[in-house]
């Protein structure tokens, strides 16, 4: 499933070649992929008719175009979700699911695609006031920490606070959004983390290199495209992202640690496989 990197390199493609232009018309080719729009395929299309997109947001997994002054519409792409930027004329894709024309001579038009249709698209109220527009079903979701608003040291308290392992409160989107299971690895390989250490023996500074870690990460995989392992994960332009390339801990069972040459070892977690170093990241007495 695309992670934060992956979501982000999707808004910015959006932000560039859909925000700002007026909807022509939607075509729905496939009802799943506005099943959380629960007045119906029919209604989407009709409501998003001739507005204007508006900035491209996201929180977290989530992305999000206001529409109108309290509603935006919220993309989600789950396992192989994609926004496409199209020539009007290009043939139809296999797993065409949504098609957008718009009301200016561009000549392109906005297509999602989904093969395994677990993501999908809908219009929901926005959060009253929110400067961004930010949709209410949203409102859960903790801000990722890229965001400018993350409160680190809010984060710190409500990890000591919590009963759990760090990986899982990595995953916890309402503790902190975006990070996946291949960031969370990468992150803890670098902070020389196991993914069982209890969140409640993390001190302030080992909570602060570990954000350090996330960003730097995050930052490399963004700078790098995303990370792609096959042709389900692609920016709005079809390329694929690298930074698969770059991954020192997720993936590499077997072969050597970058820092200290231990094999890296695999351990299913939570129907999940999570990767580490056994010296760079021993486990902890309490999880062994």
Known sequence: MPELPEVEVVRRGLARWAS???????AVLHPRAVRRHTPGAADFARALRGV??????????????PVADDTAMIAHLGMSGQFL?????AAPEKHLRVRMTFRDDQGTDLRFVDQRTFGGLSLHETVPG???????PLAHIARDPIDPGFDD??????????????????????L??????????EALWRTRLH???PTATLTRPRTAELLTHIREVMGDALAAGGTSFDSLYVNVNGESGYFDRSLDAYGR????????????????????????????????????
């Open 20 to 26: 700002g232009r007026t909807v022509d018309e939607v």
């Open 52 to 65: 204007t997109l508006g900035d491209a947001h996201r929180r977290g997994k989530y992305l999000w175009l």
């Open 85 to 89: 930027i199209r020539p009007q004329d």
């Open 130 to 136: 929110d400067p961004d527009g930010l949709p209410a």
């Open 153 to 174: 040291a809010a984060f710190h308290r409500a990890l000591r606070g919590k009963r759990t392992t760090v990986k899982r409160a990595l995953l916890d989107q309402s």
């Open 176 to 185: 902190i959004s975006g990070v996946g299971n291949i960031y969370a690895d």
């Open 195 to 197: 993914y069982e250490r």
């Open 253 to 288: 069972e077997g072969r050597p640690c970058r820092r200290c040459g231990t094999p890296i070892r695999r351990r299913a977690w939570m129907n999940r496989s999570s990767y580490f170093c056994p010296r760079c990241q021993p486990v902890p007495r309490t999880a062994s």
